[in-house]
């Protein structure tokens, strides 16, 4: 597909690992993402370390952000993304927030809201955690969120800890 005969569309999408050496993980999961036909990596926050939500005892995260250009329509998108996770080994449970190999988040797509089953759009989890908002607030200070505003003026929450670890953590 031709950039010029597309319709592109911004987007961004949160990547998460602590299983199966994480930086590992989220270095396959870019590569990936940047395999696909109608998406061009626009840019990549910087690796952060968290602590897990939810009490669940497992290892620390490690967590980014990327932005892209794609000519996918969100169902679309978010399709990819789950054929991404399913190649780089991510099995469904029912715990909510246990561990993974891999978790790719479409957060924001243009400035498109929805509220489908199986997607919502902007990601509701956004303002809430910090290895999401610190991540994309550093690669786009300035994004307008659809119906939220921007988030450089969005309180940071404290919780969990949290450690920007790396500038260049895809290499």
Do not use: C
Not at 16 to 40: H, I, K, T
Not at 50 to 62: R, T, V
Not at 117 to 133: E, K, Q, T
């Amino acid at each position: 597909m031709s950039e010029s005969a597309a319709t592109w569309h911004e987007a961004y999408i949160g990547l998460g690992s602590n299983l199966g050496g994480p930086a590992r993980q989220l270095r396959l999961a870019l590569e990936r993402l940047g395999d696909l036909e109608a998406v061009a990596i626009d840019g990549v926050s910087g690796l952060y370390r968290s602590e897990p939500l939810g009490g669940i005892e497992q290892p620390a995260f490690l967590n980014g952000v990327v932005g892209v250009r794609t000519a996918l329509a969100p169902a679309a998108l978010l399709a990819a993304l789950k054929t991404i996770e399913a190649a780089l080994g991510r099995k469904e449970t029912a715990v909510r927030w246990g561990p993974r190999k891999i978790d790719l988040d479409l957060l924001v797509f243009d400035d498109v809201r929805l509220d489908a089953p199986d997607l919502v759009i902007p990601h509701p989890g956004i303002g809430g955690r910090n290895f999401v908002l610190l991540p994309l607030r550093e690669l786009a200070p300035d994004l307008a969120v659809p119906g939220l505003g921007r988030i450089a003026d969005w309180p940071v929450p404290d919780e969990p800890a949290i450690e920007r670890i790396s500038d260049s953590p895809w290499q």
